[in-house]
């Protein structure tokens, strides 16, 4: 497999733009294409269990779920499988300013930036408002994968915070490390329960996850070599090219 991924979430694409890019990418022969569809900036496709993913989270520019499955059949009609991202439990303001019981903001922010957020990784509510997202969403990406991000989460933005403190202590979990592992197998068990193969960042498999987490090396080939030790299936995109 070969593609690229184009960041809807920071800046949202019209329908007619992803598929000219589409074409491009049949007449090149690429056939992946993996859509960044949530982030700080935007919830960038309609849900209908959550709407204030939309109506708060996306500034109105979001896709219609009959829009991804009419960009979804076109890409198919072409060649090009559509992989969906959604990034969690970091790069998840707007999913926290749509539902803020979700999340947590750093105690600390760094100016001019804002503080950080994240999804509370001690929070049942956020296991199942993601398993009910994901039971939603993955449907309407008919592939394989479902792809959840797990990059980058600050080192502020859990580490103060003394709910999270105390459920690491009752978890066993000693560093943030090992709450994003324990957050990352939650989420990689329902994508499973979901009939797709999860992929995330290289970050996501710092701990253990299940064989069949497929891990994607943006950073350097270290990454690349660590995952593939573990036995995961990785994409290396340290580059500027998807691939594995």
């Given at each position: 497999m070969r593609g690229l991924m184009l960041d809807t979430a920071r800046h949202?694409?019209?329908?007619?733009?992803l598929e000219r890019?589409?074409?491009?990418?049949?007449?090149?022969?690429?056939?992946?294409l993996h859509l960044h569809l949530s982030d700080d900036q935007g919830f960038r496709v309609e849900s209908k269990r959550f709407p204030r993913l939309n109506s708060v989270g996306s500034h109105g520019q979001f896709y219609t779920q009959d829009e991804i499955r009419r960009l979804v059949a076109y890409a198919a009609d072409r060649g090009v499988l559509i992989v969906p991202e959604f990034d969690v439990p970091g790069h998840s303001r707007a999913m926290v300013e749509a539902y803020p019981q979700l999340g947590v903001v750093a105690a600390r922010s760094r100016p001019p930036f804002p503080a950080d957020v994240a999804l509370n990784p001690a929070s049942a509510e956020v296991y199942d408002f993601l398993g009910k997202l994901i039971d939603e969403l993955a449907p309407l990406f008919p592939?394989?994968?479902?792809?959840?991000?797990?990059d980058e989460v600050s080192d502020s933005v859990w580490a103060d915070n003394a709910d999270i403190a105390a459920w690491m202590q009752r978890e066993g979990l000693h560093s943030k490390q090992d709450a994003e592992g324990y957050f990352s197998r939650r989420v990689v068990e329902r994508v499973l329960r979901a009939g797709k193969t999860p992929i995330g960042w290289e970050e996501y498999a710092a701990t253990a996850l299940p064989r069949e987490a497929i891990v994607q090396a943006w950073q350097s080939s270290n990454a690349t070599a660590g995952a593939t030790a573990r036995g995961h299936r990785t994409i290396v995109s340290a580059g500027s090219i998807w691939t594995f």
């Open positions: 949202f694409l019209e329908i007619r733009t890019q589409i074409d491009a990418m049949e007449r090149v022969k690429l056939n992946v592939g394989p994968y479902f792809h959840i991000g797990g």
